[in-house]
């Protein structure tokens, strides 16, 4: 198994938010409409970390962690790009993370980091994956360990030296107990050509997966490696994720380089969400994975009013397909083994956001941009009240 003050923090925050465009899905195309087909959340048990959330383009600031504590929340997804961390080759600049991943940490939440965002000096886009040369494998190596060092188990940022707070507690101003990262995602969505350039090949993002593997058995932290989300939205333009993990698994030893496989089932109704799942797990059944955990790290969608993509359903329709689909995945979680699925997202961005690849990105979240609930995360909030 695998503060700083001023101009220059807020600079530097930006970077983490202009990061998490790794983290937007695409906008999808499927069937109809259908009702009643995954019935109520009324018998429904929930596991303690089970239900997580993205914070979508509006970062996480003080007043989320702790709204999302008392919510129960135990888990969260973010960004934690390369380019942010390593703007230059050289020394790493942390404070971004440290930021966030503190203030989760202060309030009992566990991070998941999304690895991803290529620095200028290695490639041209922040999109093409560090596999061109061996300098550039190198560099993202010793990011990866440099990361898993860092928060994970026993990691730089949770230990105190000689009595002094810990590089977290001096975050946090607090003397809550560390939460360090369990596990990494690396790269989101590689099956899509907006965040795997120029091509969208499986044997490249294999590649990337082994050498992600290595770098995190170098740490020495016991933290897992999640495969990046593949998104599954029926756009007949893309690579479905069923038939892209077919071309990964066709790469030899890739399985033994990661710990669980995620996905990103964008559906427009419960039918179509049942069957990309079944799908899904069947092929890792196929090549003989059916133990391998199965993680969905985006689901969602929009409060807007219903349009033509069918990720929009008002805030009412919003509500009924979270408590409906996250009934459905909560009751098949065993025969699907589904560990944890993330909600896109918390909280809507503000309204001059706009988002034109993606028809439902500025009204996912559980909250409006104001912090105030929405009728979904009141849905959300009553799945957690009944942790197992």
Known sequence: MHGTEGKRMAGLIALLATALVFLLPSGAASAPSARGQGGGDAHVRVPSGFLGVLSGPTPFDSEDATKMARTRIRTVRISLPWYAAQRRRGAFTWEPSDTMIARMAAEGITVLPTLAGTPRWVAGKPTTPPVADQEAK?????FVTAVVRRYGRDGVFWRSDAGEPSPFQAQCGCDAPPAPITAVQIW???NLRKYFTPIRSAKRYAELVELSHSAIDEAGRRVKLVLGGLSDGGDPGEKGATSYLRKLYRVPGVKESFD????????R???NLRTVMSEFR????KH???????????????SQHPNRYGHDKGPGGQRRMLRRAMSLIARKRLSWRVEHAYWFFWRDPP????????????????LWNS??????????ARLLKRPR
Not at 260 to 267: E, T
Not at 288 to 301: A, F, V
Not at 352 to 363: K, L, N, R, V
């Open 138 to 142: 190198d560099a993202w190596q010793t």
């Open 351 to 366: 309204k001059t956001s706009t988002h034109a690849d993606c028809s439902f990105c500025t009204s996912a979240g559980l």
């Open 282 to 285: 069947r092929m890792m059944r």
């Open 371 to 380: 912090g105030h609930p929405k009728p979904a995360y009141k849905a959300y």
């Open 188 to 190: 989101n969505e590689p």
């Open 260 to 267: 669980a496989v995620a996905i990103h089932p964008y559906a």
């Open 288 to 302: 003989g994975d059916g133990r391998t955990p199965l993680w969905i790290t985006e689901i969602g969608w929009g």
């Open 269 to 271: 109704n419960l039918r």
